[in-house]
């Protein structure tokens, strides 16, 4: 079965720090692998995903992932913190066998001056 | 113009009631979803349509049921309602039912029993 694990259900970071939020998966088979950020009250939105291309996936608001599959991991990184960026980010894995999306319990990002 | 609309935003309700939340998308997609998330912000499909046929229904009490009258809509009605409910219902739709697209979500529709 596909699962992914989000280590850290809380991150509290400087503004203008670096951002690092780290997310494993397990799949019997090659993922598709997403991040997704919710602002406040508000609907999910798609920051990047990995489709089996590039390794190294921009995605927006200078936020991006590596996938690396040694370490079966897909780590979100943005290298200076905005206030803007404070919301709960999800990952989530995709496998054909599953055919649907599989999310973490999602990590919220705190930004304080 | 909103992507993915849902109504209502918020709805409050008595133990036992039934309730409907409706979802639209102006995208011209062929796949929709609805999610729960709970209060731990845990969020699990309930259910995909791709072109109005129902493809995915994640072990979900009957007393939920989705209606899709068009590729553009997916109704959520829920019968004799539970404290359990409670959550946060989202709506999303994609292109088609593929890996690799992107699911555009709603803003989320708040219910809450008593």
């Known amino acids: 079965a596909q699962s992914v694990t989000q280590l850290g259900s809380h991150v509290s970071v400087s503004e203008g720090a670096l951002v690092l939020l780290r997310c494993n998966y397990s799949s019997s088979v090659p993922p598709y692998l997403f991040w997704y950020v919710q602002y406040p009250n508000q609907g999910l939105q798609l920051l990047l995903k990995?489709?089996?291309?590039?390794?190294l996936v921009k995605g927006i608001n200078g936020f991006e992932a590596e996938f690396k599959k040694s370490e079966t991991s897909f780590h979100l990184t943005k290298p200076s913190a905005h206030m803007s960026d404070a919301a709960e980010y999800f990952c989530a894995v995709y496998t054909g066998t599953a055919s649907k999306l599989t999310f973490g319990t999602g990590t919220r990002l705190q930004v304080t001056l | 113009d909103t992507a993915v609309s849902q109504t209502p935003k918020y709805l409050v309700t008595q133990m036992g009631n039934d309730k409907s939340i409706k979802c639209e998308q102006n995208l011209g997609h062929d796949t929709m979803y609805w999610y729960k998330q709970d209060s731990k912000k845990f969020l699990k499909i309930m259910f995909s349509?791709?072109?109005?046929?129902?493809?995915i229904n994640e072990t979900v009490p009957n007393r939920f049921s989705p209606k899709s009258p068009d590729k553009a809509h997916l109704n959520l009605h829920i019968n004799s309602l539970e404290l359990g409910d409670s959550a946060v219902y989202f709506c999303a739709s994609s292109q088609a039912y593929l890996s690799t697209d992107t699911q555009y979500f709603g803003p989320g529709t708040r219910l809450t029993v008593l």
């Open positions: 349509y791709n072109n109005k046929e129902l493809i």
């Open positions: 990995y489709t089996s291309a590039a390794t």
